[in-house]
Structure formats: structure tokens, C-alpha cells
């Protein structure tokens, strides 16, 4: 068991291919045969999941690009004041609730732990799946931690402590309309929950397909794209509170 | 039936292997809810249909008014200016989003994409599914607008802040202006979806052999568009994610302190500087999604009728690529009128007039395709041909409208409105219709009237040419844009003569797209059986059935071996290589 190469599983399907490593694989040159090759190739799909992933990750960085661009733009803005006739800064400097900030960053980045422990587990899963199969062959019983159920608590959490981190701040009086600093700090912590909201929902549905005996490489390729999706949303928030804090 | 015109060599594989969903059989999942690529290219198609005649109605509607002010007209009576401006705004909204974005990459780009690169389908089906129906809310969202309380958003298509920012700023902008948004932002998650599976499918399921190189050039123009998709949607989402807050939670990011009718509004400190910025981010490279697929086309076009290799395939590779980035750099050339500094608008001015260096190098290589050839002047090569005939005329006014010096006389005039229809619009149509008569043989298996293709191409080529030309001249004398009457002004009563005829044009112009819509109907059931290769091209749509199978290929994965337009090659037996002809055919 200890020697096994997970990768087997993933890379040996390519061999009916050549020139070049971008094509979709197919069985090669066993035309009559149908035995075997007729499971879904899960190498081709993962590849093409994670490119997929990389992509979609490129858009929702120029969401974030945009709102930056925005964020400096208005803060340099001055604006009219109709009492003394003069232009001055409408930029509140916002005192963020610090210790929440921080308490769920912590979080955030110990569910990035905990997801890439869940992607791991079920890649050694996956890379074992074919091995289990051959009867007579007995891996024993692995213990799986529930890695992914972890994620999804620390995600919750995280959120939750978002919603206080909010509530902090109107009890101070900063709703989203009090200043320009007051709402895209609504706006950006906002717009990364929904998204991270969206990664806690597909974690949801490979916990409950987990349930449903889908074979377990289809399982990995969503877990494994939630994985990095995961990672990337715990790298924006980085980036988010770091403008929120450098750019006060 | 794979390779049936080629004769290629081919993989065999197992249809699960290459395809990862089966045949679907009731009437919903093939037809409705389809994950299809072919059924999905050609819902987008019909959207963009649908809403090509929309658009062209209100357009109608302007220019009758334009000449005609008192005239009551069908379906909206008599116009008011606030009518006018609500027509003006949902003729460019739904042209340029429903029409010029969906038509070109959504139908034609998911019908031939996959195809041409030898893939079953796309990357992600069930995504592709849901773009399409994405974008289906989105229209519908939008024509609700007509018929809310206040009617139409005033807002013109670029939706300029504070008169869009504010709910009471016009009869249209409460209820309208927020359906506006809103199908816009649906719009935008639609698109990027689309990218992204275009994107996908392009880097990783090219068929073996079908190096980048060997690419299409309509396949490039469909990658490097979804590119520009992807990098500018995300954009235009945030912008008008701030404009919905700024409309309902009462925050100010696009609007300054404003009194509207006598009453101040509790905003401060925002700038409509900001929007325009987003907007136009988002806005300039939207023009090249527009027309980058239908430089593909007649790229694909020019090469095929004209029996030769398209000239300087390389060149035309790193010219959409070119035209691509610089794209993203020339937004500021929208807003040489909001007072930017004069260092700027010089930057923008320099990069807006580097994108003729790429445009040029396409113009020239077309021209190149062209010479000494035997050119087949059937339907579909007209229309190509119409396309770079637009695209210089309606490109050589973009040099002098980047310019400050010029552009601020002209901003607001008529000048503008011709420079961009030409360009964007016609040119962008021209396309379409090109892609239409070229690959309507293998959607339908049925050819289409050439007759008939050939009178609509002359009333449309010419009909265009006397709408949008003398509009120049009305832009140098002066006559403003979005205005919705000038017959009042004396200083413009010379120019009633030109505009009757503008209108009249567009009448002929317009009535003329009849034919087409019934030549497009009729051929569907009643035109001549096509073969797989009526046009005798060699890329991989024509090695397969008409209609493509299901999984395109009939479970086979086929091989490329020759480059996408390998004419008239010394040697070899036709006068043209299939691209999956086997590799010992002469080659170059």
C-alpha cells in the first residue's frame, strides 16, 4: 500500500495520444474492444476541472481588480462641501473591528489547512480506488478524517464572525452609506462571502455525494477544484484585508 | 460518416471515452434544455435573431421620428424626447449585448468552436447550458422594461452616471433603469461563463495534431474574444454592482452633491468620472468581441472563395492578439470630453491610433488573400467581402476621432454615430450574415437561395452605405446626437433633405432583411439537399455530416495533419488539403 503511485492513475491514460500534452485522451487503438474503456476518463477531467477553475479565478480577480481601482479613485476624490465653498476629504478613516478581523482570518486560513488535508486525503483515495477493486486485494481499513466536514465549520465560522465584524461596526454607527471608507468595506467583505459562500456549497454537495457511493475519483475532481478555489478565496481575503488596513 | 469528404486517418474510440454525455431523446433535453453545443449555438442564434429585429424596429422608429416629428407611430404613439431617448437606449443595449455579442461567439463560436478544433463538445456542457438560459433571463429582464411604470430607462446604453445613478432622475429611471441593471449584470455572469468555457475548451480539447498553429482563424478570433470576455464582464459586473448601490443604499460612488428638481439629494462626493472609467474599461474592448469574430470570418471566408491560403496566417495570429491587448489600453479615448488631463487623453490618443497598425496588417493580408485569385463570388464570399469594405470605411474615421483636437467637436454629433455603426454595427452584421450563408449548409443541410442571398446583399451593402455615410457629413455640420428633434433649429434645416433620405434608406434597408429572414426560413425546409463539403473548404466542420452527429464525429476522434487553409497546393491531386487528410498529401 505504501509504495503505491498515486499518479498511476491519472497520467497512464494518455498513452493512445501523442504530440503534445493538450489533447483530450481516448483509449487508443482498441477499436473493437469495448471492456474497460468504457469509464469516464478521470485524468482528462480533473486537467480540464482545474484549468476550468484557473480561468474562472482570472474573472473574479478583475471583479476585484475593478473594485481596487475604484476603492483608490474615490479615496483620492475630493468633494464639494456646499457650507464653506471648499473642497475637502469625505474619506472616513474607518477603525476596523480588529480583533474579529483577526480571529477570522485565523480561521479562514486554518480551513485552507483543513481542505488541503480533505484534497490530499481523497487524491490517496482516488490513486487507491483501482487497487481496492481487484478482488482478492485488501488494503485494509484506512481511518478517514472528516476533513472536508472541518472545512465546512471553520467556512461557516468564518462567515459568522463577518456577520459580527459587521455588526461591530454599524453599532459604531459606520452603516454602508455613513462614507465612502464605510462602504466598500461592506462591499468587498460582501462580495468575498458570496463567493466563499458559493465554495461552501459545492463542499456541501461532495459531502452529500459522498453519501451517494459516487465513485470516488469523480468525488476527488470536486473536491480537489474546491480545494483551490478554497485556497484562492483565503489568498483574496489576504488581499482584501490587507487594503482595508494599508489603504485606511 | 467521419472523414467522408477527406478520407482521413481516425481514431477509434468508444463514445464515452470522447463524449461524456449520450444522445439525449425527449423533446426538452434535445431541444430545450439541451447540452448540446450545436443545439446551444443555435438557441444563441435565434436569441440574437429575435432581438436583431427588436432592435432594428426601434431604430425605425427614430429615424421616422427623427424627419417626421409629428408622426404617431405603431405600438409607442406619439414620441416624446423621453420616448426618444428610452428607444435610443434600448436599441444599443439590446444590439450591442443581444445581438453583435451573442450572434457572433454564442451561436456561431459554440456551434464551431468545438468542431473545428475536433472536440465532441464543449468542456463543460452543463455550463454552456446554463450561459445560454443565463443570457435568456438577461433579454427577458430587459425587454420587461418596456413595459414597467415610467417605461424605458433615458440612460443611453453606456448608462452615464448621475442620470442613471439617481431613481429620480427620469420617468425611466426608476423601475426601468433597475431592470436595465440588472439584465446587464445577468448578462455579464452570462458571458463569463461563456468565456471560460470557451477558454477551457480551446487550450484542452484540440484533437490530436491540431496544434495552435493550425487553428482556424475564426477559432483564434473566438479564443482571443473570449479572453477580452473574461478580463472585461468582471469589470462592467462591479460597475454595476456600485451603480445598484448607489440607487438603493444610498451610498455615493458615482454621484456628487446634486440638487434634482429643486430637492438635493443626500449623495456627495461621487464622480460619474468613476463609472465612465469602468464602463469604457469594459466598453472599448466590447467593440473588438464584437467584430474580432467577424474578422475571423472573413478571414475563413476570403480564403476559402478565393482558393488560396489565407495571407500571412502568422500575422493575422499576432494582429488579433495585437488588437486584443492594445484594446484594453484605449478606454480614455471615450471620455476626451470629461475635462481629462491633456497628458492622458495624449496616451490614449497615441495607443488608439497604434490599433491601425494591427487592423492594417488584417486589412492588407485580406487584400493580399484577394489578389490574382479565381474568387467564387458566391453569397457568403459577398458578405465577407462587404465585411472589409465596412471595416476600412468605418475604420479610417477612427484615427481622427482619436484625436482630442477632432474628437471634441465631434463627440456629440452624428460623425460619431456613423463612425461606430459602420465599424461595430454593419461590419459586425456583415459577419454574422457571412457566417450565416457559409455555414448555413451544415446547421440545416440545406443550401440557401443564393438568388435571393444575393439581392439582400446588394440592397444591405448599399442600404447601409446611404444610411451611415452622409451621417459624416450631418456630424461636420453639426447635427448633435441623441437628440431627438432638430427640424426646430435653423441652422440645421439644410440638412432635413439628407436626413429624409437617411430615412428612407433605412426603410429599404431594413424591409430588405425580410428576404433574408424568409430565404433563412424557406431554405430550412424547402432549399437543396447540401453535401458534407458544399463549398469544397478544409477544415473540420466539413469532414463530418451534415448535420454534424450528436458527438460530432460519429465516436470517432479524428487526427489533424495539415494547417487550416491549404489551397491550390503545388502537387497535390484537388485543389485543396483537407486538414485531415492523411499527412503524405503534398504539404507545405
Known amino acids: 500500500m505504501a509504495t503505491f503511485n498515486p499518479l498511476i492513475s491519472v497520467r497512464d491514460r494518455e498513452a493512445g495520444q501523442g504530440g503534445g500534452n493538450t489533447h483530450p485522451p481516448v483509449s487508443g487503438g482498441d477499436g473493437g474492444g469495448r471492456g474497460g474503456d468504457s469509464s469516464p476518463d478521470y485524468g482528462a477531467r480533473l486537467r480540464r476541472a482545474r484549468l476550468g477553475l484557473a480561468v474562472a479565478s482570472v474573472s473574479i480577480t478583475m471583479l476585484f481588480v475593478a473594485f481596487t481601482s475604484a476603492y483608490i479613485f474615490r479615496q483620492g476624490l475630493p468633494t464639494f462641501d456646499e457650507r464653506t465653498g471648499e473642497y475637502v476629504r469625505d474619506w472616513l478613516t474607518l477603525n476596523l473591528p480588529m480583533t474579529m478581523l483577526l480571529v477570522n482570518t485565523l480561521l479562514l486560513l486554518l480551513s485552507s489547512v483543513t481542505m488541503e488535508l480533505a484534497r490530499r486525503q481523497i487524491t490517496r483515495q482516488a490513486a487507491l480506488a483501482p487497487v481496492e477493486s481487484i478482488p482478492g486485494v485488501s488494503l485494509g481499513r484506512e481511518r478517514y478524517f472528516p476533513w472536508l466536514g472541518a472545512t465546512v465549520v471553520l467556512g461557516v465560522g468564518f462567515l459568522a464572525g463577518q456577520w459580527m465584524a459587521w455588526r461591530e461596526l454599524s453599532d459604531r454607527g459606520f452603516y454602508v452609506a455613513t462614507s465612502p471608507s464605510s462602504s466598500f468595506f461592506y462591499l468587498l467583505t460582501a462580495a468575498h462571502g458570496i463567493h466563499l459562500t458559493g465554495g461552501l456549497l459545492v463542499m456541501m454537495y461532495a459531502v452529500t455525494v459522498s453519501l451517494l457511493r459516487k465513485p470516488v475519483e469523480a468525488r476527488r475532481i470536486v473536491v480537489d477544484v474546491t480545494a483551490w478555489y478554497w485556497h484562492f478565496m483565503a489568498f483574496l481575503w489576504l488581499y482584501i484585508f490587507g487594503l482595508l488596513w494599508f489603504m485606511r | ?588
Open chain 2, 1 to 588: 460518416m467521419a472523414g467522408s469528404t477527406g478520407g482521413g486517418e481516425t481514431i477509434m474510440a468508444t463514445s464515452a471515452t470522447v463524449h461524456a454525455h449520450a444522445a439525449p431523446q425527449g423533446f426538452i433535453r434535445k431541444y430545450i434544455f439541451s447540452l448540446d453545443h450545436k443545439v446551444i449555438g443555435l438557441q444563441y442564434y435565434f436569441l440574437a435573431l429575435t432581438a436583431v429585429f427588436v432592435g432594428m424596429f426601434l431604430s425605425l422608429l427614430m429615424r421616422i421620428h427623427l424627419v417626421w416629428p409629428a408622426a404617431v407611430l405603431p405600438l409607442v404613439g406619439e414620441i416624446k424626447p423621453e420616448t426618444y431617448l428610452s428607444l435610443l437606449t434600448m436599441h444599443g443595449t439590446i444590439m450591442v449585448f443581444f445581438v453583435l455579442t451573442t450572434a457572433p461567439q454564442g451561436g456561431f463560436g459554440n456551434y464551431f468552436l468545438p468542431i473545428q478544433i475536433g472536440a465532441p463538445d464543449m468542456a463543460f456542457p452543463v455550463l454552456n447550458m446554463l450561459s445560454f438560459w443565463t443570457t435568456f433571463v438577461a433579454f427577458v429582464v430587459i425587454l420587461a422594461a418596456f413595459f414597467v411604470t415610467g417605461g424605458a430607462p433615458l440612460h443611453g446604453w453606456t448608462g452615464y452616471a448621475p442620470l442613471s445613478a439617481l431613481t429620480n432622475s427620469g420617468p425611466g429611471q426608476q423601475l426601468g433603469a433597475d431592470l436595465w441593471i440588472t439584465s446587464i449584470a445577468i448578462f455579464c455572469i452570462a458571458s463569463l461563463m461563456g468565456a471560460l468555457n470557451f477558454i477551457t475548451t480551446t487550450l484542452d480539447m484540440r484533437a490530436k495534431g491540431m496544434t495552435m498553429m493550425r487553428m482556424p482563424l475564426t477559432v483564434w478570433a473566438w479564443f482571443i474574444t473570449a479572453i477580452l470576455g473574461l478580463l472585461a464582464f468582471g469589470v462592467l459586473l462591479s460597475a454595476g454592482i456600485l451603480l445598484l448601490l448607489d440607487r438603493h443604499l444610498g451610498t455615493s460612488f458615482y454621484i456628487p452633491l446634486v440638487v434634482v428638481n429643486g430637492q438635493v439629494m443626500g449623495h456627495k462626493g461621487g464622480s460619474p468620472l468613476l463609472w465612465q472609467h469602468l464602463f469604457w474599461f469594459f466598453g472599448h474592448p466590447e467593440v473588438y468581441i464584437a467584430i474580432l469574430p467577424g474578422m475571423g470570418v472573413a478571414s475563413q471566408l476570403l480564403s476559402t472563395f478565393s482558393r488560396k491560403p489565407i495571407f500571412g496566417y502568422r500575422a493575422m495570429v499576432y494582429a488579433i492578439m495585437a488588437i486584443g491587448i492594445l484594446g484594453f489600453m484605449v478606454w480614455g479615448h471615450h471620455m476626451f470630453m470629461s475635462g481629462m488631463s491633456p497628458y492622458s487623453a495624449f496616451a490614449f490618443s497615441i495607443m488608439t491610433m497604434a490599433i491601425g497598425v494591427p487592423s492594417a496588417i488584417k486589412t492588407f493580408n485580406w487584400l493580399g488573400t484577394l489578389m490574382h485569385a479565381r474568387i467564387r463570388f458566391q453569397t457568403p464570399m459577398l458578405f465577407a467581402i462587404g465585411f472589409v469594405s465596412l471595416f476600412v470605411s468605418g475604420g479610417l474615421s477612427g484615427p481622427f476621432l482619436a484625436q482630442p483636437v477632432l474628437d471634441i467637436p465631434l463627440h456629440d454629433t452624428a460623425f460619431v454615430v456613423a463612425h461606430f455603426h459602420l465599424i461595430m454595427g454593419v461590419a459586425a452584421i456583415f459577419g454574422i450574415f457571412a457566417a450565416t450563408y457559409y455555414w448555413f449548409p451544415k446547421m440545416f443541410g440545406h443550401m440557401m437561395n443564393e438568388g435571393l442571398g444575393k439581392i439582400h446583399f446588394f440592397f444591405t451593402l448599399i442600404g447601409a452605405y446611404c444610411i451611415f455615410m452622409p451621417m459624416h457629413y450631418l456630424g461636420m455640420a453639426g447635427q448633435p446626437r441623441r437628440y431627438s428633434q432638430f427640424t426646430e433649429l435653423a441652422y440645421l434645416h439644410h440638412l432635413i433633405p439628407l436626413n429624409t433620405f437617411i430615412t428612407y434608406a433605412a426603410i429599404i434597408t431594413i424591409s430588405a432583411q425580410f428576404i433574408f429572414l424568409f430565404n433563412l426560413f424557406w431554405s430550412m425546409f424547402k432549399g437543396p439537399k447540401a453535401s458534407d463539403n458544399p463549398w469544397e473548404a478544409t477544415t473540420m466542420e466539413w469532414t463530418t455530416a451534415t448535420p454534424p452527429p450528436h458527438d460530432n464525429f460519429g465516436g470517432k476522434t479524428p487526427v489533424v495533419n495539415h494547417g487550416p487553409y491549404e489551397y491550390n497546393v503545388p502537387g497535390a491531386a484537388r485543389d485543396y488539403i483537407m486538414q485531415t487528410d492523411p499527412a503524405t498529401v503534398a504539404s507545405h
